[in-house]
């Protein structure tokens, strides 16, 4: 559910935030494997569809993130601009590309599991909506979906051990946005795939070690997401018991950005944001009269204060990026 609070407004300024690094090309971080000379080339032309907002993840999540923003506010006047920037993007040639580089030689392990996982975010906001032309995009989308899916299948197929980093290889938060995706998308072969490793890699965990956390680039909880994927797939009263055994103790703080000129640094006023979501969808799954729900409703909001004081558009390290956290927060995106 989302956000009383979250008017036209507030998305009007997220909006913004994509709008302006969608299609700026640099400064641009590239995790881009060379196999000749031919290779050599500027991100417009390697991925044609996302290459701008400085990395390929950001880039696949600013596309979410206005794609989200039109459904949910039609008529607002940066809409207009918003669909003028998807078709500008998500056209068949682009796509083309983007699933030829994707299946290249030398990539089995590109934008994996953290954009992988965006992009199928992506694609079910597009199935998700009513809008006839976010169904068109979803059509032209749906090569790079297939793609992707299939990558993630054989990967996950041959993983034995979840990654459990505070950051893009993060495993827990991967599965829960394949998790909403297969669920939205009608998929569920590979819904039960990735359900499967949920339970193979995070059911028998114990007494999660909240107090290491964080480690100082984080922007993801390794203990908080992983609960917050087990809750999708267990019942109230049957995740209530395991979160007892796995979190005891739910003792955070919001974390502190030291410099906000250091993109990595930066990356701490995201973890203010997913963290707040992360509680709120562990409170959605546990029962009503479970005496957590209350205070961790409350630190949830304390988190979210915090994250999103933190945007400030003008520093780009963060701006590239922490709109989509802050949009998927406040919309209440992962609470289906």
């Known amino acids: 559910m989302a956000d009383s609070e979250f008017d036209q407004a507030q998305a009007a300024r997220f909006a913004r935030l994509a709008l302006d690094c969608l299609h700026k090309e640099y400064p641009n971080k590239i995790a881009h494997s060379l196999n000749s000379d031919a290779d050599v080339k500027p991100p417009r032309e390697l991925t044609p569809a996302f290459y701008g ?29 918003a669909r003028r920037a998807l078709a500008r993007s998500l056209t068949p040639v682009n796509i083309a590309q983007e699933v030829k580089y994707l299946n290249d030689t030398g990539r089995t392990s590109f934008e994996r599991p953290y954009g992988l996982a965006w992009l199928l975010q992506l694609a079910a906001e597009l199935k998700e909506s009513g809008d006839a032309e976010a169904l068109a995009w979803s059509r032209t989308l749906a090569p790079l979906e297939q793609a992707v899916t299939g990558r993630i299948s054989s990967w996950l197929a041959k993983l034995e051990h979840p990654i459990r980093a505070g950051e893009h290889s993060n495993t827990a938060f991967a599965m829960g946005l394949m998790l909403d995706y297969a669920r939205i998308a009608g998929n569920p072969e590979f819904g039960r795939l990735v359900e499967s490793r949920v339970r193979d890699y995070y059911l028998k965990d114990m007494n999660c070690p ?92 304390k988190l979210k204060q915090a994250g999103l004081e933190s945007i400030k558009s003008e520093h780009y390290e963060g701006g590239h990026w922490l709109g989509s956290f802050a949009v998927y927060l406040v919309s209440g995106r992962g609470l289906r």
């Not at 993840?57 to 607002?76: C, T």
């Not at 703080?253 to 979501?277: C, I, M, Q």
Request: charged share 25%.
């Open 210 to 301: 909240l107090a290491y956390e964080p480690s100082g680039e984080d922007f993801l909880s390794p203990c908080l997401a992983e609960a917050d994927a087990v809750r999708r797939i267990l019942q109230p009263a049957e995740f209530a018991e395991w979160m007892t055994a796995f979190l005891p103790h739910v003792d955070l703080e919001p974390t502190r950005v030291p410099d906000v000129t250091d993109g990595k640094l930066y990356h701490l006023a995201g973890l203010n944001l997913s963290r707040a979501w992360m509680l709120e969808g562990i409170v959605s799954r546990l029962p009503g009269g479970d005496a957590r729900r209350e205070p961790l409703t409350a630190l949830a909001r």
């Open 53 to 81: 907002c400085y990395d390929w993840h950001s880039s696949v999540h600013g596309h979410w993130l206005l794609v989200r923003l039109i459904r949910m506010f039609p008529e607002a006047p940066f809409a207009p601009e």
